[in-house]
């Protein structure tokens, strides 16, 4: 599979790193595309606060990125307009504008046969999550991976329907900051926002509450969310309180969503330990359920769960990326 980068931001850095340090998944990124420095771009890849220093050489040379020997050719062309994408399977745009049509399809106008957009975006012909309803993918050229939180809530969702059914629910997930927040108090849209996202914990709202009715029409309106943005770099959780349509006890509930999460192909995980978030670091899986957080009163159950919404929502960019090229 050949892809290539747009945006090369957290998202776009972690993406590479997965290539080229995870599972062998027989991808070639042949461009990356960025309107930041080429120089910049090679040293925040190359020195990462949250995941450590990238273990091999990183330089740069004519133009291009290069990385243990091998050269990614890169540009700066803020709408890919002079950038040629011929013969590019995917492009994987990571640049977080890519909301309205004209700009979603300048990837297929460049050559890309097509564009995985790694956020929630109306110009998508069709929003993905990997173990939630990846067969609904079809023929569609501008499909979008949706949130790292949907990526999370969904397929854990869809376990739980299948296994008791969901009359109704309440998911809040508490999330790292990020880098819609500022550092210090600065005026932004929404004025919780706008507080110090270092310094504060901050209730706020998130996209995956309407991203789950869509991906899950099953389950549309019936399940409410918010999110609490908390002072930490990486790592988020996922907290969802749901009324079981079919009560069960908790140990028939528990062992079925475990063999759920070991029947979901690395889109759930399990961990039984006292851990906290930075043991998740660099997870893979879109949510790690933690089972002695797992709670049960009268058919009301709470599940709980931690996912990496960098390194796992990449992972799971890639793996729709895959399924596109082999259409």
């Known amino acids: 599979?050949?892809?290539?980068?747009?945006?090369?931001?957290?998202?776009?850095?972690?993406?590479?790193?997965?290539?080229?340090?995870?599972?062998?998944?027989?991808?070639?990124?042949?461009?990356?595309?960025?309107?930041?420095?080429?120089?910049?771009?090679?040293?925040?890849?190359?020195?990462?606060?949250?995941?450590?220093?990238?273990?091999?050489?990183?330089?740069?040379?004519?133009?291009?990125?290069?990385?243990?020997?091998?050269?990614?050719?890169?540009?700066?062309?803020?709408?890919?307009?002079?950038?040629?994408?011929?013969?590019?399977?995917v492009l994987l745009d990571c640049t977080g504008i890519a909301r309205s049509t004209d700009v979603a399809r300048r990837g297929l106008a460049a050559g890309a046969g097509s564009v995985l957009i790694s956020g929630p975006s109306p110009a998508a012909e069709v929003t993905i999550v990997t173990g939630a309803n990846e067969g609904m993918l079809g023929a569609a050229k501008v499909v979008s991976n949706a949130s790292c939180t949907t990526n999370a809530l969904a397929p854990l969702a869809k376990a739980i329907h299948a296994i008791a059914g969901i009359a109704r629910g309440h998911m809040t997930t508490i999330h790292c900051y990020t880098n819609s927040q500022p550092m210090v108090d600065a005026p932004r849209g929404d004025f919780a926002r706008s507080r110090g996202g270092a310094q504060s914990m901050v209730p706020t709202t998130s996209s995956a509450t309407h991203l789950v009715d869509v991906v899950l029409p099953e389950l549309k309106g019936r399940i409410s969310g918010s999110a609490v943005r908390v002072p930490v770099a990486?790592?988020?959780?996922?907290?969802?309180?749901?009324?079981?349509?079919?009560?069960?006890?908790?140990?028939?509930?528990?062992?079925?969503?475990?063999?759920?999460?070991?029947?979901?192909?690395?889109?759930?995980?399990?961990?039984?330990?006292?851990?906290?978030?930075t043991d998740l670091r660099a997870r893979p899986e879109s949510l790690v359920i933690a089972a002695p957080e797992l709670r049960m009163v009268e058919g009301q159950v709470r599940v709980f769960g931690w996912y990496d919404n960098e390194w796992g929502f990449s992972a799971r960019m890639l793996d729709v990326a895959a399924r596109m090229a082999a259409r």
């Open 1 to 89: 599979m050949r892809i290539a980068i747009n945006g090369f931001g957290r998202i776009g850095r972690t993406i590479l790193r997965q290539v080229l340090t995870g599972p062998e998944r027989s991808i070639e990124i042949v461009r990356i595309n960025d309107i930041a420095s080429l120089e910049m771009c090679a040293y925040l890849f190359q020195y990462d606060s949250t995941f450590g220093p990238y273990p091999g050489q990183v330089d740069t040379q004519d133009g291009a990125l290069v990385i243990d020997g091998r050269a990614i050719p890169f540009s700066q062309d803020g709408d890919l307009h002079a950038v040629d994408l011929a013969g590019v399977d």
């Open 234 to 277: 990486s790592v988020s959780a996922v907290d969802l309180v749901v009324q079981l349509e079919r009560p069960m006890g908790e140990d028939v509930f528990t062992a079925a969503l475990r063999r759920a999460a070991a029947e979901s192909g690395g889109v759930l995980g399990w961990i039984e330990g006292p851990l906290v978030s």
